[in-house]
C-alpha cells in the first residue's frame, strides 16, 4: 500500500493531468502541506483536474495530494503537499488553497470542517522542528499572530519522533487571517529547509488508509518495524477525538493471583497510588467469591489514560511475579 505525499512518483493520479512532469525534479527546495476532507480536495482538483493543474501554473508549483481514503492520522483529511522554488510562491498556493475554501464554504454552506462565512477552518502539517519558532518565546509570537489576525489557532500533538514528526496547526477566522498566518507559517518552515530531516519531512507524511471496518497505517515518520509499541502507537494516532475524550470513561479488569497482590499495590499502596497520580485513573483490586487464590485489578478512566495505567501495573504484575520466583529458589 502507498503511503505519504504522491509527489515524485509515477503514473497518473485522481488529481487531473499535468500532476507529474517527465525530466523535472522530484523535490523543489520549499514545502508547505495542508490538509483537506473530501469536499476541500475535491474543490482544489476540479473537473477533471483543472484547478489543480491552474494552480500549479499560477503558482509554480507541483502540487500532490494523497490518494482517496489516505488520510493523516486522527483526522478525515488527504494531506495537500505543495512544492516551490521560493517562499513566495508557496504564499500564492496558500492563497488559492483558502480562496477555494472560501468558495466551497458559499456554495455548499456552513459545515464543521470547512466552517462558515464568518469563521473558515483550515488545518495544515508542520514538522515539530518549526513548531517553536511559530509558537515563540514564552508564546509570544502565536499571541501576536492571534492579536494580528483575529485568528484561532492550536498546535495539535506530534505524529512520529524527531523533528521531521508532524504537528496539525488549526486555524479559523477570516480569509485574510488564514492567509496571513499561513503566510508567518510558511516562512518559518522554510527557515528549515537545511536541517539534514528536511528532505524526510518534505517528502513523506503520516497517513493511514481507511480501509470500511479497519484502518491500515503507512506511517513512514514511525518507521517500519513490525512491533507492539509500533502497533499501538499506530491505532492510538489513528483514533478519532470522540474515542479518545469521550466523557464516560472506561475500564480495564483481569485477574491476578493473590500471592502477587502485595507487590501490586506496594508498600502501604504506594504503587497504586503512583500510577493512579501518574494517569488519572481510578485503581482498585477486589476480591472474587468463591475464588480465595485470585484477586480482580480494575482500572477505570479515559481509554488512553486507563491503557497506560494497565502497562505500569503489568509491568509491577511481572516484577512482583520475578521477586516471587526469585524468593522461592533454593539456596545453592
Do not use: H
Given at each position: 500500500m ?47 483536474g483543472?484547478t ?6 499560477s ?8 490518494d ?23 504564499n ?6 483558502v ?9 455548499a ?12 477552518k483550515?488545518?495544515?502539517l ?6 517553536g ?11 501576536e ?7 484561532k489557532?492550536?498546535?495539535g ?45 518534505s517528502?513523506?507524511?503520516s497517513t493511514?488508509?481507511a ?21 499501538m ?7 478519532p ?29 504506594a ?23 485470585n ?9 488512553a ?21 526469585s524468593?522461592?529458589?533454593p539456596a545453592r
Amino acid at each position: 500500500m502507498k503511503g505519504g505525499s504522491n509527489v515524485g512518483t509515477k503514473g497518473k493520479s485522481e488529481d487531473g493531468p499535468g500532476a507529474k512532469t517527465k525530466g523535472s525534479p522530484s523535490i523543489l527546495p520549499y514545502v508547505m502541506k495542508y490538509l483537506a476532507g473530501d469536499a476541500l480536495a475535491a474543490a482544489i482538483i476540479g473537473k477533471g483536474g483543472s484547478t489543480i493543474a491552474e494552480i500549479r501554473t499560477s503558482c509554480n508549483a507541483k502540487l500532490g495530494l494523497t490518494d482517496k481514503g489516505e488520510i493523516f492520522p486522527g483526522t478525515e483529511c488527504r494531506v495537500l503537499t505543495a512544492q516551490a522554488t521560493s517562499e513566495a510562491d508557496l504564499n500564492q498556493v496558500s492563497a488559492q488553497v483558502v480562496d477555494k475554501l472560501v468558495e466551497l464554504v458559499k456554495s455548499a454552506g456552513a459545515s464543521e470542517a470547512c466552517g462558515n462565512d464568518g469563521e473558515l477552518k483550515l488545518r495544515a502539517l508542520v514538522p515539530r522542528g518549526a513548531v517553536g519558532s511559530i509558537i515563540g518565546k514564552g508564546g509570544g509570537v502565536i499571541k501576536e499572530l492571534r492579536e494580528s489576525t483575529g485568528a484561532k489557532i492550536s498546535i495539535g500533538e506530534p505524529v512520529g519522533s524527531g523533528q521531521n514528526a508532524e504537528q496539525i496547526i488549526s486555524i479559523s477566522g477570516s480569509a485574510e487571517a488564514l492567509r496571513t498566518v499561513l503566510a508567518e507559517v510558511n516562512r518559518q518552515i522554510q527557515l528549515l529547509t537545511s536541517e539534514p530531516w528536511f528532505s524526510t519531512w518534505s517528502t513523506t507524511s503520516s497517513t493511514m488508509k481507511a480501509m470500511g471496518n479497519g484502518m491500515t497505517l503507512t506511517n513512514p515518520l514511525l518507521g517500519g518495524q513490525n512491533s507492539g509499541i509500533t502497533t499501538m502507537m499506530q491505532v492510538a494516532q489513528g483514533m478519532p477525538n470522540y474515542v479518545m475524550e469521550d466523557s464516560r470513561g472506561f475500564a480495564l479488569s483481569c485477574v491476578v493471583p493473590n500471592r502477587l497482590v502485595g507487590g501490586l499495590i506496594g508498600r502501604g499502596g504506594a504503587g497504586t497510588k503512583e500510577v493512579q497520580m501518574l494517569t488519572g485513573t481510578k485503581i482498585g483490586i477486589r476480591e472474587i467469591p468463591d475464588d480465595p487464590d485470585n484477586r480482580s485489578l480494575n482500572i477505570a478512566g479515559p481509554l488512553a489514560n486507563t491503557c497506560a495505567a494497565y502497562m505500569l501495573m503489568m509491568k509491577r504484575y511481572l516484577d512482583s511475579e520475578a521477586a516471587s520466583l526469585s524468593a522461592a529458589k533454593p539456596a545453592r
